[in-house]
């Protein structure tokens, strides 16, 4: 397999094994399936990155069209390492879904091909936005994630995932629609779909009302898309009433690939100066973050649902990750993508626990979580491990990535925006501990015979992301160098005064 062909493979594999599970239509073999074209898609995403880190970018012309002219797929350093993050959180949760599917009140058992249908679709359109080297298709890889997340969320038993997927489907269109609107005000201007292309031509017109226009409507898109506070409320009730399956990926995949999309047209396409000069963005994106950790945090300690807990949760880490790239610098830059890794090895973690607990005693209140700890050990060690680590207490993920943002914060003098940080961190704690409490220190009101430990297919993925966790927390030596070097190359060395 030669490395020219590694881009293509990353999209084309899963997008071909999506109808192929129609055909197979057997829980097992599609199951197996689809966990092996998971497996390919990490092993192509690996070979990538090593080769995108020793030799520069790979290019791909689709019909041997050379770009601008002809569809480019590209792949560099920070693609490369969303796509590996990506494929990885895909395969773990893939190992779990056969398990995880045997409970019937998750998904109704005649519908599992479809759920491989759908996951393939899904995963297909994620390494296609993230690959992509052309605009419009970045839209068209966007709707076919976005459609196959519609009918993923709408497959969980529970009757409110059929208007959470409806909520989701009509938030996500405005926002597909404000992008398309962005990228033809784009193409209108420059005659250009080309990203590399756009990059080059942009900073001639970028004076002009269409840009700006563009910027604006693209950007609000992508933020609907991401769930940036006040643009979220789609998102906890797909997390909620998903399929726990389906909230694993979708927490730890789909708004890390969004952040992707807009740190590429931010700070590649529009470029640092026209982002933060010419349009206000950084006061916005510092408004924006700080309540989104404020105020997410805040409702998640209200929850009784842990998923919907822990979907307010995912808003306020999203708050963190745009406080990153407010601050227009390599460390904030860098901040942001670490956090982007790191989060999502803590949420695939924390979710993939709640599928485990669910599978057992089929309820993930708060009142299903009391007296369990005792009973299901190695499930509730590994929420409080991936709690903690949401915290940002230090040998986890989720302390590297806090200390780097404090670092940038301090570094332009916000002062007030570092005392934010801690004090988000500080309001995980309520809401994790509230968990805590009632796992191991209350009586328990379910039925005794069910109270017994996960099966294994459950944990083993689960504590692979645990320990990812504790590793990536203690040796930062690969996340932090890649992130510092992506980031490097970002900024182009052009630090906001």
């Not at 990490?42 to 080769?51: D, R």
């Not at 009302?209 to 991401?226: E, H, M, N, Q, S």
């Not at 995949?253 to 992707?260: E, G, H, N, R």
């Not at 890794?341 to 626990?353: I, P, Q, R, V, Y």
């Amino acid at each position: 397999m030669s490395s020219a062909q590694l881009p293509i493979l990353q999209v084309i594999v899963p997008l071909l094994a999506a109808p192929l599970c129609l055909l197979i239509n057997h829980k097992l073999l599609n199951w197996l399936f689809t966990l092996l074209v998971s497996g390919f898609s990490f092993v192509v995403a690996a070979l990538m990155l090593w080769q995108v880190s020793d030799t520069g970018p790979l290019s791909y012309h689709l019909g041997g069209w050379m770009p601008p002219y002809g569809i480019e797929i590209r792949v560099d350093q920070l693609n490369a390492f969303v796509a590996l993050l990506i494929t990885a959180i895909s395969t773990l949760v893939i190992t779990s879904a056969h398990t995880s599917l045997e409970n019937k009140k998750d998904i109704a058992p005649g519908k599992h091909t479809y759920f491989y249908v759908a996951y393939l679709l899904c995963f297909a359109g994620l390494l296609g936005i993230l690959v992509t080297g052309d605009a419009f298709n970045l839209f068209v890889f966007l709707e076919i994630s976005s459609l196959s997340s519609y009918v993923l969320i709408a497959l969980g038993r529970d009757r409110r995932a059929l208007w959470a997927s409806f909520q989701y489907l009509v938030m996500g269109t405005i926002g597909a629609t404000f992008i398309l609107i962005g990228i033809g005000l784009l193409y209108m201007k420059t005659g250009t779909l080309n990203i590399a292309d756009l990059a080059e031509r942009l900073p001639e017109m970028a004076d002009t009302r269409t840009i700006f226009v563009a910027f604006c409507f693209f950007i609000v898109g992508v933020c609907l898309k991401l769930a940036l506070f006040p643009l979220h409320m789609w998102l906890p009730n797909a997390y909620a009433y998903a399929p726990t399956v389906v909230t694993a990926f979708l927490a730890a995949s789909s708004t890390k690939v969004a952040l992707y999309v807009v740190v590429r047209f931010v700070f590649v396409v529009f470029g640092v100066d026209f982002s933060f000069t010419t349009i206000p963005l950084q006061a916005v994106f510092v408004t924006l973050g700080t309540l989104g950790v404020l105020v997410a945090s805040l409702v998640a300690i209200n929850q009784q649902n842990i998923k919907r807990m822990l979907a307010y949760s995912s808003i306020a880490q999203i708050g963190y990750m745009v406080l990153g790239l407010s601050f227009g610098s390599i460390t904030g830059l860098m901040a942001s993508l670490l956090h982007l890794f790191n989060h999502a090895l803590m949420k695939g973690a924390l979710f993939l626990t709640l599928g485990a607990v669910f599978y057992r005693i089929g309820g993930v209140s708060l009142k299903h979580f009391q007296g369990i700890g005792r009973h299901m050990p190695f499930t509730l060690a590994a929420f409080v491990i991936g709690g903690v680590s949401i915290i940002g207490m230090p040998l986890t993920v989720g302390f590297v990535s806090k200390w780097y943002l404090l670092q940038a914060a301090i570094a332009q003098g916000w002062y007030l925006v570092s005392v934010i940080i801690l004090v988000g961190s500080l309001l995980s704690v309520i809401y994790i501990w509230k968990v805590v409490d009632a796992a191991y220190f209350k009586p328990a009101l379910v039925n005794q015979a069910q109270l017994k430990e996960a099966p294994l297919s459950l944990l083993i993925p689960v504590w692979v992301l645990v320990l990812a966790n504790l590793y990536f927390g203690m040796d930062t030596r690969l996340t932090v160098t890649l992130t510092d070097q992506v980031a490097t190359q970002l900024m182009h060395i052009e630090v906001l005064p």
